[in-house]
């Protein structure tokens, strides 16, 4: 194990954060998590839609608590970066909420976020969202502060009362939930700059920013993100997005034609996949250094 693997991942992202914004590519499973670190990217997320998708679920909360660990041990071991993992509501209630934040940190991740949705929780960018009330957030977000296994674990404090109470709402369960020990907040559904702005000058400290497409959300840069006050942006669904296009276009391809070589130029060749995996056949094949396997 490398020294730098035995730094916990969330003292990892906080120092990322001190330095920079953090850009956290959406990956959905451990091969595209390497591929974000040869990128050159400093953090990765986990989304639960895009592991209820990729399972063959909407985004409704079927994914399990198991579920999501065996993704982040995957994704943290192959990629070796601070693991940023999607929590939902914490599986349950409060109780519920504390064996998420120790299993997600037994697993590897270096932050989660929880949000203030009722089950069963639709995309943060759907409307007729239920939330709970800003109480009983603000004890899970203490009872999770409280029970992680180490101070470094990052906690993200989603919160989806914009399209429900407004800018307002967002503000005061924001600042509610910082108080109760949440290290990030997550204003979810927020429309534009403005916005953005309004929230970060409102509830100062980290915020975190998800930058979606096809949702409520302008297209705004990461740079400009940073600009208006933002500590972490995510970008969940990006690359799954551009996976499942190619994907669906292979596969008409090969039904029309019988034959795949039109498309050989799209294609990752073999000698780029085993570069990827630092795999030489023939060679004994060990991890490369920053990787937990």
Not at 98 to 112: M, P, Q, S
Not at 267 to 285: D, F, I, K, N
Request: contains cysteine; proline residues 4%.
């Amino acid at each position: 194990m490398t020294m730098k693997a035995t730094i916990h991942p969330g003292a990892r992202l906080r120092e990322c954060m001190s330095r920079d914004i953090v850009v956290a590519p959406g990956v959905f499973n451990a091969l595209v998590a390497r591929a974000a670190a040869r990128a050159g990217f400093q953090s990765v997320y986990i989304s639960g839609a895009a592991t209820a998708n990729c399972a063959g679920f909407p985004d409704i909360g079927l994914i399990t608590l198991p579920d999501m660990c065996r993704a982040i041990r995957a994704v943290a071991d192959a990629s070796g970066l601070p693991v940023i993992a999607d929590a939902d509501t914490g599986f349950g209630e409060v109780e519920c909420a504390v064996r998420t934040i120790i299993e997600y940190e037994r697993a590897g991740a270096a932050a989660l976020h929880i949000e203030d949705q009722l089950f069963p929780k639709r995309c943060g960018h759907l409307d007729g969202k239920e939330i709970v009330s800003p109480q009983q957030m603000a004890d899970k977000v203490a009872a999770m502060a409280k029970h992680r296994l180490n101070p470094d674990m990052v906690i993200i404090a989603r919160t989806d009362a914009h399209a429900i109470e407004g800018m307002e709402g967002t503000i005061r369960r924001g600042n509610l939930y910082r108080e109760a020990g949440a290290d990030v907040i997550f204003p979810e559904g927020l429309a534009t700059e403005d916005e953005f702005a309004q929230f970060a000058k409102a509830s100062l400290g980290h915020s975190l920013a998800n930058m979606t497409e096809f949702g409520k959300t302008a297209h705004i840069s990461a740079s400009q993100f940073k600009a208006l006050g933002y500590s972490i942006v995510i970008y969940p669904l990006s690359v799954m997005r551009l996976a499942m296009q190619s994907v669906e276009r292979g596969l008409a391809h090969l039904k029309a034609s019988g034959s795949m070589e039109a498309t050989l130029p799209q294609m990752q060749t073999r000698a780029e996949l085993y570069s990827l995996l630092h795999y030489t056949p023939g060679v004994q094949w060990n991890a490369p250094d920053g990787t937990r396997r």
